[in-house]
């Protein structure tokens, strides 16, 4: 199995209340070649220092010049990515260990893959609640009126 590079892209807008939770579940995959592109959309909290308490070489810090709206963000942190693989994950949510792994997996197992999604858990007074994710063919037209993807 090739061991890709994955690029984590991790847009952040005040993002300081979850966001220990969020790159501890990066940091403790099993997975390890990936880097983290984190983007700072100009916080106004605390999550710069939240993120540089990661000392990590893998953990990239970048900073928005001005505020824009998540799609212009994402892209422009998509655009540092040195990854063959870039996978989303946004501050206020998390990844079990395995993850990375899995994404890595699927990417080498099938050869014409472009575009990965799970189901989800919602975490609700401490349970878990799964959210079925499936979406039906023709998949682009799915995504933009439903948006079953977490």
Request: aromatic share 16%; charged share 30%.
């Amino acid at each position: 199995m090739t061991n890709n590079l994955i690029s984590v892209v991790v847009n952040c807008y005040n993002g300081e209340k979850y966001l220990n939770n969020c790159l501890n579940s990066i940091k403790n995959q099993t997975y390890k070649n990936f880097e983290v592109i984190f983007f700072d959309n100009c916080s106004t909290d605390k999550s710069k220092e939240v993120f540089q308490n990661f000392k990590d070489k893998r953990f990239k810090y970048f900073k928005n010049e001005n505020f824009s709206n998540l799609s212009k963000a994402r892209n422009k942190a998509i655009r540092k990515a040195n990854g063959e693989i870039i996978s989303i994950l946004d501050t206020d949510d998390f990844w079990e260990k395995e993850m990375l792994y899995n994404v890595n997996k699927a990417f080498n197992n099938y050869n014409d893959v472009k575009f990965i999604y799970i189901y989800f858990y919602i975490l609700k007074e401490n349970k878990k609640i799964k959210i079925n994710s499936k979406i039906n063919k023709p998949i682009i037209k799915s995504i933009f009126k439903n948006y079953k993807i977490g």
